[in-house]
């Protein structure tokens, strides 16, 4: 298959991901008293028997550090006009700690799992794989909580103009 089409339109994948629109979550974990989290924007369900769910970490953040070491991880879906959007995307937990401005409890391991988001599963960590400046990680849920009253969680548009706390 010739790449013409892509020659034609060197910008056409940005354009292609830019049209996209999927949730955001918060990954949170802990390791030796150390609880990191931050905002994901890739993730996602992939496989259905056995349930695995994986999500990408960037190398450059400081939940990618402690995330390499955890057992468990926790995936929140993340809820509009809270600010935890805002919290666990654009502060670094290498110089805030983002879970003394945040409701949570412990969770299995204990990875700290939010409060007042409208689902969240924790899953435990059976591989990680390195995908350029992304970590992937293989998670089996191992518990979940979902609250059908909150219909909405917040997406990809909704939190575009975040600065991050890390560059990619």
């Known amino acids: 298959m010739s790449n013409a089409a892509e020659s034609e ?3 056409g994948f940005q354009s292609f991901v830019e049209a996209l629109d999927y949730p955001v979550h918060i990954v949170t974990t802990a390791v030796d008293g ?3 989290g931050c905002l994901v ?3 996602g369900q992939c496989s259905i028997d056995p349930a695995r769910f994986v999500v990408w970490i960037s190398k450059a953040n400081h939940t990618h550090r402690i995330a390499s070491r955890a057992r468990f991880v926790a995936v929140h879906l993340v809820p509009p006009g809270q600010g935890l959007a805002e919290l666990f995307g654009s502060a670094t937990g290498d110089e805030v700690d ?3 401005a945040a409701a949570w409890v412990p969770g299995p391991g204990g990875v700290p799992v939010l409060s007042g ?5 924790v899953g435990q960590v059976l591989d990680r794989a390195d995908w350029g400046d992304h970590t992937g990680f ?7 909580r979902n609250d ?5 969680a917040l997406t990809y548009r909704d939190v575009r103009g975040l600065e991050p706390g890390h560059p990619a």
Not at 117 to 121: I, K, L, R, S, T
Not at 148 to 152: D, E, G, K, L, M
């Open 34 to 36: 150390e609880r990191a």
């Open 148 to 152: 059908p009253a909150h219909a909405r």
């Open 138 to 144: 293989l998670l089996d849920p191992i518990t979940a």
């Open 98 to 100: 983002k879970f003394a």
């Open 41 to 43: 924007g890739f993730a």
């Open 117 to 121: 988001v409208p689902a969240w599963f």
């Open 9 to 11: 339109n060197p910008g």
